[in-house]
């Protein structure tokens, strides 16, 4: 069965420490891997996306992910967490069919 | 930019009442999906649309039905609103199977 499963419910982080976000999936096919990030109130807003290449992928916001086929993950760091980062962080994969799987999502905060 | 709207952001009905979600995008994109987001359990995807009249089953349709008669509108109906589907409805489009979801705002409803 296709699926994505983000460890971590909520996770908290002092502001300027490194953040690393974890993300699994089970995929029949070669996977198309998504970071998305939700700001209270709002929609998602793509953070970053691997379909193939090189498997350390930059993003917006200062975020990067790799994308480690054997381990069949995809996590997201942060070297250096900012307050506004706090939010929901949502991880997906999807293939040639286009629809996307989504994970349960992480919830970050962010300590002064 | 692209820009995805949805016709409400809050949304109170009751039960047994028909209910209309709309979404339009301005992108001409051809793909659009609806999601359902509840806490815990991510996004779960109800209907999307290939392109105009055409509409897919989701993991979660029982309770749905949508209509796309133009490419910029995508509609999501709640045929008879139950206490369950109290929820946060998300719309998305994207130009095709490789390319970034854009999602609204979303609506938040509640069914009394």
């Known amino acids: 069965a296709q699926s994505v499963t983000q460890p971590d419910i909520h996770i908290t982080v002092s502001e300027g420490a490194s953040l690393e976000l974890r993300c699994n999936y089970s995929?029949?096919?070669?996977?198309?891997l998504f970071w998305y990030v939700q700001s209270p109130g709002q929609g998602l807003q793509l953070l970053l996306k691997?379909?193939?290449?090189?498997?350390l992928v930059q993003g917006i916001k200062g975020f990067e992910a790799e994308f480690k086929r054997s381990q069949s993950s995809f996590n997201l760091r942060k070297p250096s967490v900012h307050w506004s980062d706090a939010a929901e962080y949502f991880c997906?994969?999807?293939?040639?069919?286009?629809?996307?799987?989504f994970g349960q999502g992480t919830t970050l905060q962010v300590k002064p | 930019d692209v820009k995805v709207t949805q016709s409400s952001r809050y949304l109170v009905k009751r039960t047994g009442e028909k209910v209309f979600l709309e979404c339009v995008q301005d992108?001409?994109?051809?793909?659009m999906f609806w999601y359902r987001q509840d806490p815990g359990l991510g996004l779960r995807l109800i209907y999307f649309?290939?392109?105009?009249?055409?509409?897919e089953k989701g993991d979660i349709p029982e309770g749905y039905s949508v209509s796309r008669e133009k490419k910029e509108r995508f509609s999501l109906i709640l045929e008879s609103a139950s206490t369950n589907q109290t929820s946060m409805y998300l719309c998305?489009?994207?130009?095709?199977?490789?390319?970034?979801?854009?999602f609204g705002p979303g609506t938040r409803l509640l069914v009394l």
């Open positions: 998305a489009s994207r130009s095709g199977p490789r390319e970034t979801q854009y």
């Open positions: 995929y029949g096919a070669t996977p198309y």
């Open positions: 691997y379909f193939s290449g090189d498997t």
């Open positions: 997906a994969v999807g293939g040639n069919t286009g629809k996307l799987i």
């Open positions: 992108m001409d994109h051809e793909n």
């Open positions: 649309s290939y392109d105009v009249k055409m509409k």
